[in-house]
Nanobody, 115 residues
Framework: VQLQASGGGLVQAGGSLRLSCAAS????????MGWYRQAPGKQRELVAR???????DYADSVKGRFTVSRDNAKNMVYLQMNSLKPEDTAVYYC??????????WGQGTLVTVSS
């Protein structure tokens, strides 16, 4: 499995960024894809995920500001981030969840939100 994330960068508070993840070689039992993040000194946490059914889940801290979507034809997953806050600063990781084959991770892309 290869997950290539892009789109991170430096943005001012209140601004927007769109992360993209290009997936290839996904396990046959992959049933969801999403985004996690890890801030310095903190554990990795779920940001948003989208199941094959289209169902989405979001961390409470990003509800109403972030939107996860996918393009199955292109094997792409996106994270639209609006109204960014300094506390959103973290390395964002693309994730693919497979029922039996387990988790796969991309290399991470850094998002820095300045106040």
């Amino acid at each position: 499995v290869q997950l290539q994330a892009s789109g991170g960068g430096l943005v001012q508070a209140g601004g927007s960024l769109r992360l993209s993840c290009a997936a290839s070689g996904l396990f046959y039992d992959t049933n969801a894809m999403g985004w996690y993040r890890q801030a310095p000194g903190k554990q990795r946490e779920l940001v948003a995920r989208i199941a094959n059914s289209g169902r989405t889940d979001y961390a409470d801290s990003v509800k109403g500001r972030f939107t996860v979507s996918r393009d199955n034809a292109k094997n792409m997953v996106y994270l639209q981030m609006n109204s960014l806050k300094p506390e959103d600063t973290a390395v964002y990781y693309c994730n693919a969840h497979a029922i039996w084959s387990g988790e796969s991770w991309g290399q991470g892309t850094l998002v820095t939100v300045s106040s």
